[in-house]
Structures are given as structure tokens and as C-alpha cells.
């Protein structure tokens, strides 16, 4: 079975550009899951899909970051414009959406340098 | 506010001796508790989870895990480490609604 994909792996961007980051999920998770993992950090939630809609992006900074998880398999999580602050390794992560596990499915992330 | 502190932000252990990583939570039930492992480059993968029951639960690669509610702590343990388990560990709980908080690490070198 394959895992939470990911792409790009690395990506380096100049201040100001945009950036879009990809994931496709395991096949039959509903649930997929944005976060953001800052050097020396734990992972944060960013936004949480179930299905194709956005059930908590509390977190999400709505001002530069936008996501999308069209027909409700893979998503794209973008920024716009990018700031140094934004530097990064941004995870997808998906799941069952049974309440009763919990356990995340993690891809290998996708590492932001903003110059 | 629910939170999750390991209190160590890295250890080094000797191969073959044994690790103990420190995990305690704040919240006023007993949530799920997690243990995940990153190796560099690379994203989180579950090492071991506790729901319910048992106290001491199992995981990959020989790990282990112990739940003590009236320590409010969850630390994990191997007792013989090897050169490969070099990685950041995390901790986490969910406490429902899909709300899964990670501690800062842990991140274990292991030296020859």
C-alpha cells in the first residue's frame, strides 16, 4: 500500500513568490491533515480536511496561505507571497477519520527555504 | 489549554544501554497518547499508542511505553538501544475531535 505522498521534497524561493506544496493521501483515508514543523518543533495543524471540506483551518493564516482538497482525495496548500518566516517543512498527514485510532499517516514533508 | 512538554531536548545514550524519553501532558481526562519517530529527511511514523487498558503497551523496533495517570506521563523506553534508533521523538495526544498535539522532541544521538 503506498503512503502519503508528497511533492515537491525540497523547494527554495526568493521573498515575495508563491509556492504550492502537494499531497495525495493513502487511498480511503478521508481525513487529511496540513501542518507546519518548524526546525526543533513539533508538528502544528495548519488545517484539517474531512472529505473535500475544511473543518478546522483556525490555524491556518488566511492572509498568505490558502489549501484546496478538490474531490476529496488529493489537496494543495499554497502561499502567497512567501516570507522568510515561512521557511519550513510543511507535512501532510492523513487518516482513517475513525475517531477510535487516531493514528496519522505522515509523508516525508516538504522543506521550505525562503531566501 | 491541553499541552505536551519533553522536558529533554536531546539525550545521548551509548549502543547497548538502555533509553528512557520523558513525556507529560496537560488535560483533565485521559486522552490518546502517542509516540512517533522522525528520522532526518524524513516525516513521523507511530511507534506505539495507548487508548485504554493496559498500562504498558508495545510497539515497533522494541520500544515500549508506559501510561501513569497520577503522573500525568507517558515515557518511553528500550532497553537496548541501537545505532539505528539515532532520530527525533515525539510525543502526542489526542484528545478527540481529531486534535492530536505534538510535544517539541526528543532528539536521541547514540554513540558507538
Known amino acids: 500500500e503506498a503512503g502519503v505522498v508528497q511533492s515537491p521534497r525540497y523547494k527554495i524561493i526568493e521573498k515575495k513568490q508563491p509556492v504550492a506544496f502537494w499531497c495525495n493521501p493513502i487511498s480511503g483515508h478521508n481525513t487529511l491533515y496540513w501542518y507546519l514543523q518548524n526546525l526543533g518543533q513539533g508538528p502544528e495543524l495548519l488545517i484539517r480536511?474531512?472529505?473535500?471540506?475544511?473543518?478546522?483551518d483556525s490555524q491556518l493564516p488566511k492572509d498568505r496561505f490558502s489549501a484546496e482538497r478538490l474531490k476529496g482525495v488529493d489537496s494543495t496548500l499554497k502561499i502567497q507571497p512567501a516570507e522568510l518566516g515561512d521557511s519550513a517543512v510543511y507535512l501532510c498527514?492523513?487518516?482513517?477519520?475513525?475517531?477510535?485510532?487516531?493514528?496519522?499517516?505522515f509523508g516525508e514533508g516538504s522543506r521550505l527555504t525562503v531566501l | 489549554a491541553q499541552s505536551v512538554t519533553q522536558p529533554d531536548i536531546h539525550i545521548t545514550v551509548s549502543e547497548g544501554a538502555s533509553l528512557e524519553l520523558r513525556c507529560n501532558y496537560s488535560?483533565?481526562?485521559?486522552?490518546?497518547l502517542f509516540w512517533y519517530v522522525q528520522s532526518p529527511g524524513q516525516g513521523l511514523q507511530l511507534l506505539l499508542k495507548y487508548f485504554s487498558g493496559d498500562t504498558l503497551v508495545q510497539g515497533i523496533k522494541g520500544f515500549e511505553a508506559e501510561f501513569k495517570r497520577s503522573q500525568s506521563s507517558f515515557n518511553l523506553r528500550k532497553p537496548s538501544v541501537h545505532w539505528s534508533d539515532a532520530a527525533e521523538y515525539f510525543c502526542?495526544?489526542?484528545?478527540?475531535?481529531?486534535?492530536?498535539?505534538f510535544g517539541a522532541g526528543t532528539r536521541l544521538f547514540v554513540k558507538a
Open positions: 502526542a495526544v489526542n484528545t478527540g475531535g481529531f486534535k492530536t498535539i
Open positions: 488535560y483533565g481526562a485521559t486522552p490518546y
Open positions: 480536511y474531512e472529505n473535500e471540506e475544511a473543518v478546522d
Open positions: 498527514a492523513s487518516s482513517l477519520g475513525d475517531r477510535d485510532s487516531g493514528e496519522l499517516f
